[in-house]
């Protein structure tokens, strides 16, 4: 097995030495200096997402990202109102799930896992069902890569008077969003994406005022995120233990991205990444699955090659082997497996990834052109 090891998966991944080595030092929970640092991790999520800092608060939430999205749903839909999810992916299923889980009462659009979401049937039914509240959509859907047209949902929902909540988990931070050009009234993301932290908690950024509207309405206490934005605000402390090194490490991981040169220059290595794998996926004779017009810079699916001989955990543990982690798990309609393109990873290291493909692919008795 090779000592380096490279993900090239969506979170989990690749971070740097600097960011594990910030986990070294331990905090206590209710340490002055640890309270600095979750404060500035919030003053700073928030600049990330707005020009108007003033009108948003940021609320971190401990465990994974789909804590603070089930968190997010159940404190900002009323216990009477009604949710649409616009949905093209697994991510968008779980938003249902986690919703009717809830007791939300919950209507749905559903487009394949190829296409994107469409704002003009959003419209349409937002018109047709007044009772709606709420709208929620992935923005990067990471089941295939591909990224919804959040801004132009958001104005579409605007225009009834509704709420959006995106659930920007493998965005943020990766793809220039500006949080009130898009309508968005609330967002989620998680530590592990592409600030290029650690995985442990996960972040809302949320208008002050309709954060304010909230009290009591979530369905679950240590989901209340009304509540643990009352306490962040009051104290500056979680209410629940916090995950104290995992917080040091997303710290430093937003001096990197600082230092990187923010978020439109990591979009462009992000983008470079995926031109430099899809280059390299071509000179194999490998197909993505989603047409290059709508394969995001997040993840890319590639087709299995049509090979009888293909296998793909044994693909698999070869590249593991040379040090490549590759992330199963594919699309609901076809055979694919998914090559990440953030954390942190550069060109070369796809041309690396590439060049190992093809010795495995060969080993495998797979001609390549
Ligand atoms: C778009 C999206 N939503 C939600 C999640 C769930 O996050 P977690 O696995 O951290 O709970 C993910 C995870 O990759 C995601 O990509």
């Given at each position: ?5 490279l993900?090239?998966t969506p ?13 070294q030092?331990?905090?206590?929970s209710?340490?002055?200096?640890f ?7 919030r003053?700073?999520l ?7 800092p003033?009108?948003w ?6 465990g ?12 900002i ?14 991510y968008g299923r ?11 009462a ?16 959003i419209d349409?039914?937002?018109?047709q ?6 709208v929620a959509c992935?923005?990067s859907?990471t089941?295939?890569?591909?990224v919804?047209?959040?801004?132009e ?7 009834h008077g ?10 943020f ?5 500006d949080?009130d050009?898009?309508n968005?009234?609330?967002?989620v993301s998680s530590s592990?994406?592409?600030i290029?932290g ?6 809302v950024?949320?208008?002050?005022a309709?954060?304010?509207?909230c009290?009591g309405?979530?369905r679950s206490?240590s989901?209340?995120?009304y509540?643990?934005?009352?306490e962040l605000?009051?104290?500056g402390?979680?209410r ?7 917080l ?5 991981a937003?001096?990197?991205l600082?230092?990187e ?7 462009a290595r ?14 194999l004779?490998?197909?993505t699955w ?11 699916s ?24 590759l992330?199963?798990g ?7 497996f ?8 550069f ?5 690396a990834?590439?060049a190992a493909m093809r010795e495995v ?6 001609a390549t052109?």
């Amino acid at each position: 097995m090779s000592e380096r090891t490279l993900l090239f998966t969506p979170g989990p991944l690749t971070t740097s030495a600097t960011v594990k080595a910030a986990m070294q030092r331990d905090f206590g929970s209710r340490d002055a200096r640890f309270i600095a640092i979750i404060a500035e991790i919030r003053q700073q999520l928030v600049t990330l997402g707005t020009e108007r800092p003033d009108l948003w608060t940021c609320v971190l939430m401990q465990g994974s990202g789909t804590f603070g999205v089930e968190g997010t749903l159940g404190t900002i839909v009323p216990r009477e109102g009604t949710l649409l999810v616009a949905q093209n992916g697994a991510y968008g299923r779980r938003l249902i799930d986690l919703a009717q889980r809830i007791g939300i009462a919950t209507q749905s659009l559903v487009w394949p896992e190829n296409a994107q979401v469409d704002p003009h049937v959003i419209d349409a039914h937002l018109a047709q069902h007044p009772e709606i509240d709420v709208v929620a959509c992935v923005h990067s859907e990471t089941t295939s890569g591909i990224v919804n047209p959040i801004a132009e949902v958001g104005a579409v929902v605007k225009k009834h008077g509704k709420l959006l909540i995106a659930d920007a988990m493998s965005s943020f931070g990766g793809v220039p969003l500006d949080l009130d050009a898009a309508n968005i009234d609330a967002l989620v993301s998680s530590s592990n994406k592409c600030i290029e932290g650690v995985p442990g908690f996960s972040f809302v950024l949320v208008r002050r005022a309709l954060l304010d509207a909230c009290a009591g309405r979530a369905r679950s206490v240590s989901l209340d995120v009304y509540a643990q934005g009352q306490e962040l605000d009051r104290s500056g402390q979680f209410r629940f233990t916090p995950p104290t090194q995992v917080l040091a490490a997303f710290h430093q991981a937003l001096a990197e991205l600082r230092e990187e040169g923010g978020i439109a220059v990591r979009n462009a290595r992000y983008l470079r990444n995926r031109s430099t794998l899809l280059r390299g996926l071509e000179q194999l004779g490998l197909k993505t699955w989603l047409p290059p017009e709508l394969q995001g810079p997040i993840i890319t699916s590639v087709c299995y090659p049509d090979d009888p001989r293909f296998d793909f955990p044994a693909f698999y543990e070869a590249l593991a082997a040379r040090g490549f982690t590759l992330y199963p798990g594919k699309v609901s309609q076809a055979n694919c497996f998914r090559v990440g393109t953030i954390g942190q990873l550069f060109p070369a290291d796809f041309v690396a990834l590439t060049a190992a493909m093809r010795e495995v692919l060969h080993a495998q008795g797979i001609a390549t052109p």
